[in-house]
C-alpha cells in the first residue's frame, strides 16, 4: 500500500491524508466493509496512530468477521474466496486462529482451523487449514510448527491468498495422506455441513 520512501512524520499532518483516513472510516462502518477495515488499520499502524484507536479497529474487524462465520454457519455456506469481503473475512478468522495457536490455546486453535477448512472453497486453503490442524493436534506447539513445518520464506505479495501461511517445508500431500485417520477423527468431532461451489484450484 506504502513504499518505504514515505515521509510518515509528514503524512501524520496531511489534511487530505487525514480526511481521507476519516472518509474511509465512515464507509467502513457504513457498509461493514472489512477489506476497507484493514485498509484503514494498514494506515494507521503506518503512522504509529493511538493504541486505543487501533485496538477499536481490531475490535470492529473481529466482531464483524465472527457475526459473519455465524450467519453462514447457520446457512450452512462456506466462504468465496474470489469475494473480496469473504477474503478478508476468512483473513480476520485465520488471525485469530494463529492468535489461539500461539497463545496455546490448543483447543481454539483446532477448531476455527478445522472450521475454515471446511468453509473455504479454495483447495490450497483447505489444505493449508488441514496442515495447521494436523499440527496443532500431533501437540506441535506454534514455534515449532513456524520453525519446522511452515516455510516462511516462500511469499507471493500478488498472491490473493498472501495473508495465509500456505507455504511448508514438508510434502503437504504426503503429510496429508499419512493423517487421514486424524484428519477424520477431527471432522468427526465438528461436523460442518457446508455448501460452497467446487473447490478452486
Do not use: C, W
Not at 33 to 55: H, M, P, R, V, W
Not at 80 to 101: G, N, P
Not at 139 to 156: C, H, M, N, P, Q
Amino acid at each position: 500500500m506504502y513504499n518505504d520512501e514515505i515521509d510518515i512524520e509528514a503524512l501524520k499532518e496531511n489534511r487530505e491524508f487525514l480526511a481521507n483516513l476519516v472518509l474511509l472510516e465512515e464507509e467502513m462502518r457504513e457498509q461493514k466493509s472489512l477489506q476497507k477495515g484493514y485498509q484503514l488499520l494498514d494506515a494507521l499502524l503506518l503512522i504509529a496512530s493511538d493504541e486505543e484507536k487501533i485496538n477499536e479497529l481490531f475490535t470492529f474487524i473481529i466482531k464483524e468477521a465472527f457475526d459473519r462465520l455465524a450467519e453462514r454457519l447457520s446457512q450452512q455456506k462456506g466462504f468465496e474466496m474470489l469475494s473480496d469481503e469473504d477474503l478478508f473475512t476468512v483473513r480476520a478468522i485465520y488471525e485469530h486462529a494463529i492468535e489461539r495457536y500461539s497463545e496455546h490455546d490448543m483447543k481454539g486453535a483446532k477448531e476455527f482451523f478445522l472450521i475454515l477448512n471446511a468453509m473455504v472453497d479454495d483447495a490450497r486453503l483447505k489444505d493449508a487449514m488441514m496442515v495447521h490442524l494436523l499440527s496443532v493436534m500431533q501437540g506441535l506447539d506454534f514455534d515449532t510448527f513456524i520453525e519446522e513445518v511452515a516455510d516462511t520464506s516462500r511469499y507471493d505479495e500478488h498472491d490473493r491468498l498472501a495473508y495465509f501461511l500456505l507455504f511448508f517445508k514438508i510434502d503437504t500431500e504426503k503429510f496429508l495422506a499419512e493423517h487421514i485417520a486424524l484428519a477424520d477423527k477431527a471432522k468427526e468431532e465438528m461436523k460442518i455441513s457446508i455448501k460452497h461451489k467446487k473447490p478452486k484450484e
